[in-house]
């Protein structure tokens, strides 16, 4: 299954040739003003995928909803 980064990986790389190709025929930039405008997109990206939508650790949220164990492993109380 594809998740969220595995697309954010993927959409580095075609962000920064792409933009860089997109902005040098379509907006007729210069290869040397194009290359800085489209990593900006790409650093947008990262940016996204590290503080906006940051990963988040699955287990330790899971110990903290972890309900406590009914079950008691100590000898019950003897009787005099």
Known sequence: MTGYYDIVLGLIPVSFIGGTAALTTLADLALSTAIPVAAV???????????VNAPVDVVAEESKHAQPSTTSTAAPPQSD
């Open 41 to 51: 997109l790409a650093v947008l990206l990262i940016g996204h995928a590290m503080f």
